[in-house]
């Protein structure tokens, strides 16, 4: 089943106007919030404190830094996928440090259809990412219950000589009768037991 289509958060960072307006055109407005723009490396990194970023697109070089270091920053930090479009004569050099580091480099001048083309390119790794965090999430969530659960389990073997058999199915029976979550009944049971003793 297709996921309804999302808007992503996208930051543009080039110290030329000129080149931040002809990238903001060519940003599909049906996949794209209107883009933040930004001419530094520490304005760049101030607003990812503030706003997560999707996909940040670097115009190199900058002012205060070529870009390269703001996007290795950045791949280290967050899941945002980054850009780095690069001067011609820069772009082996520039894109075998990039790789590396999980970002993408394309050499200027570039072309409408290239630029097109790897713009869908982020997007589609930016919905993939998305996909991963929210399932790591859940199983992070997931994980976290079956702990408590289990801590609450032996404390019930512990303090109440129950077998692990017979603690599973108290914290269950215990939750069904409530119509409430076994993690809410382990931490009530954990709760009560952890400040008697």
């Known amino acids: 089943m297709p996921i309804e289509r999302e808007r992503l958060k996208v930051m543009l960072v080039s110290v030329s106007q000129r080149a931040t307006e002809l990238i903001t055109d060519l940003l599909p407005t049906d996949q794209f919030s209107p883009a933040v723009s930004v001419s530094s490396a520490d304005e760049a990194m101030r607003v990812m404190i503030d706003c997560p970023i999707d996909i940040v697109i670097i115009n190199t070089p900058l002012t205060d830094d070529l870009g390269i270091q703001l996007a290795i920053d950045l791949s280290e930090k967050e899941t945002t996928v980054v850009l780095l479009l690069v001067k011609a004569e820069q772009y082996e050099q520039v894109s075998y440090k990039a790789e590396s580091c999980g970002i993408l480099a394309i050499a200027k001048p570039l072309d409408r259809k290239t630029f ?38 032996l404390i019930l073997i512990e303090q109440l000589k129950m077998s692990e058999a017979e603690a599973h ?9 409530r119509c409430i979550k076994r993690s809410e009944i382990a931490a009530n049971i954990i709760k009560t037991y952890e400040n008697k003793y």
């Open 116 to 153: 097109l083309q790897t713009i869908k390119l982020l997007f589609a790794t930016r919905i993939k990412l998305k996909k991963l965090e929210q399932r790591a999430e859940t199983l992070q969530t997931k994980m976290e219950e079956i702990r408590l659960i289990n801590r609450a389990k």
């Open 169 to 177: 199915r108290y914290i269950e029976k215990i939750a069904m009768d």
